[in-house]
Structures are given as C-alpha cells and as structure tokens.
C-alpha cells in the first residue's frame, strides 16, 4: 500500500505499513526537548497487573486495568484544543523534531521542523501528507487510521479498541491498543503519565518488520481555542498559503 509507506516514512505516526524513515533532522533535537527524559517501559518499577496473552480480539482486562482503560479514555475525551512540541525517533535513532496541534474531533496537525518540508494535517474527515519541496501529496480518511480512536468525538477505548497491554505503575500507565476496524490496521503504544496531572508523554509504533518509532512529546499546552485554518489541507503549488 503505497499511502501506508509513505505515511510511515514520513511520520511513523498512524500505522504499521513498513517502510522507511526520513533523514535525520540535522540539528536534532532541541535544548528544551534534549531536557526531557524518555518514558520507557522497562524503566517503570512497581506494576500492577499482569500482562494477557493477547488474542485476536485483545487481552482479558481485569479490573483494575478495565478502570486504567476508561480512564485514558476519558483523558483523550477531555483534551478539545492541544498544542506542543514533538520528537521522532526511529529504530537507526534518527530524529526530526516538530509542532503540533489538535482540535477534537478529528483535526489534528503536525509541522516539521527545518530542513524538513513536510506537514501533516487531518481536516476531521480527511487525512493529508505534504512534502513541500516535492510538491506532492497523498491523502486517506481519517477513519482508516488508528487516530480515529483517540481523535473521535466520543473515545472508547473499551469499546472500539483491542487492548494488547496494560501496565501501571505509581506515575505512568502504559497501554498498546489497536482499532478494532480492520480498515484501520496499526498497534500503538501509549505512554501517559499520571502524575501531577495525567498527561500523554509518548508513543511508539511498530511496523511489519517489527522496527519501533518513537514520538517524544513536551510543552503540552490545553488552550481555549486554535485557529481553524491550522486544519485546512492547503493546495499544493506556487501560490499556497501558510496558516498563522
């Protein structure tokens, strides 16, 4: 599926289609992003639960795992306008660094930072990857990716996910999930800190190879509102105009 490809090789944020990763950002990451230290599960002391063997429709939650799962649900609910930074990190640990922006339901936007010309933008309905100095583009529903499980209006993950992990420690929980749409192939693994406040501090993909990319996020800020031409998939050419 050549959208598959190019999405993962653009961004590795949707899906699990192979392909390559972009090349790294020459200046990598920021001062503030080097800061911020990577969230890995295998650094979590104290968990709670026991990891099922997954199954073709999920693990067996108990409960309190089910309750950890509702309640990521009813963050990713709470969350109408967002805002931050983000780093990507491949399997070579190659990195490119970026801004985002979400508006629930459905939009969502992700700038890349020089010498990258690349954007990602969902319009709610449709999602869109343009590489600017090609002047190309390649486009899907947002329906056919797994952001529609977090994106959606009303998130339920218990509902339209299949849960593969769930882990919680004192101060992050750790949930792989993938849509139970069969149109919307892709594992995800979130990490979400819980304390002081509950906040999504990464996740991580893995592709049919089996090859990980990880997005580092910092500087997450709830807003009252964010402008919606952030959210227009502009048309590509000479004349395009860029959102403020």
Request: aromatic residues 6%; hydrophobic residues 40%.
């Amino acid at each position: 599926m050549r959208f598959c490809q190019r999405l993962l090789a653009t961004a590795a944020l949707v899906t699990l289609c192979g392909g390559a990763t972009l090349a790294e950002d020459a200046n990598g990451p920021s001062e503030a992003l080097k800061s911020v230290p990577a969230v890995k599960a295998t650094a979590v002391q104290g968990w709670t639960g026991k990891v099922a063997t997954a199954k073709n429709e999920g693990i067996v939650l108990d409960d309190s795992q089910t309750k950890l799962v509702h309640d990521v649900s009813a963050y990713f609910g709470s969350l109408t306008n967002l805002k931050g930074a983000f780093v990507q990190i491949d399997s070579a640990n190659k990195r490119m660094r970026g801004k985002f922006f979400v508006k629930r339901p459905g939009r969502f936007r992700f700038d890349y930072a020089l010498p990258s010309r690349q954007v990602i933008v969902s319009d709610g309905q449709n999602l869109a990857i343009q590489d600017l100095d090609l002047n190309n583009e390649d486009r899907v529903s947002i329906d056919q990716t797994p952001f529609r499980l977090l994106l959606r209006k009303d998130v339920d993950l218990l509902r339209d996910a299949k849960i593969t992990e769930v882990q919680h420690s004192d101060d992050l929980i750790v949930l792989g999930l993938e849509d139970k749409n069969p149109d919307a192939p892709g594992h995800i693994k979130l990490f979400i800190a819980t304390k002081p406040t509950m906040e999504l501090k990464e996740w991580v993909t893995t592709d049919a190879q089996g090859l990980d990319t990880r997005i580092e996020v910092s500087g997450l800020v709830q807003t009252d509102d964010l402008d919606g031409n952030l959210f227009k998939i502009q048309p590509l050419g000479p004349h395009r105009t860029t959102p403020n």
